[in-house]
Nanobody, 112 residues
Framework: VQLVESGGGTVQAGGSLRLSCAAS????????MGWYRQAPGKQRESVGF???????NYADTVKGRFTISRDNAKNTVYLQMNSLTPEDTAVYYC???????WGQGTQVTVSS
């Protein structure tokens, strides 16, 4: 299993970023995928997930601002992040909900 996150960076508060996660080593199209984040000094937390059918669920802290989507032809899951705040600063990871593997993560920094 390989998960490669990309798209992180530094953005001002109120800005947007789109993260990508390229997956391989398992049957992506039938696997629910999740996005997680870990801020400095805090535990990793779930941002949300998308099922194989495209249904989504989000943490209350990001609901209405973040959108998860997937492209099964590209084995890629996306995280569109809008209206970013400094509290969204973290390393963002993707994972398959049924597998124990993690990618290296991508850093998102939101400046005030």
């Amino acid at each position: 299993v390989q998960l490669v996150e990309s798209g992180g960076g530094t953005v001002q508060a109120g800005g947007s970023l789109r993260l990508s996660c390229a997956a391989s080593g398992f049957i992506f199209s039938i696997t629910a995928m999740g996005w997680y984040r870990q801020a400095p000094g805090k535990q990793r937390e779930s941002v949300g997930f998308i099922t194989s059918d495209g249904d989504t669920n989000y943490a209350d802290t990001v609901k209405g601002r973040f959108t998860i989507s997937r492209d099964n032809a590209k084995n890629t899951v996306y995280l569109q992040m809008n209206s970013l705040t400094p509290e969204d600063t973290a390393v963002y990871y993707c994972a398959a909900l049924t597998l124990p593997d993690w990618g290296q993560g991508t850093q998102v920094t939101v400046s005030s």
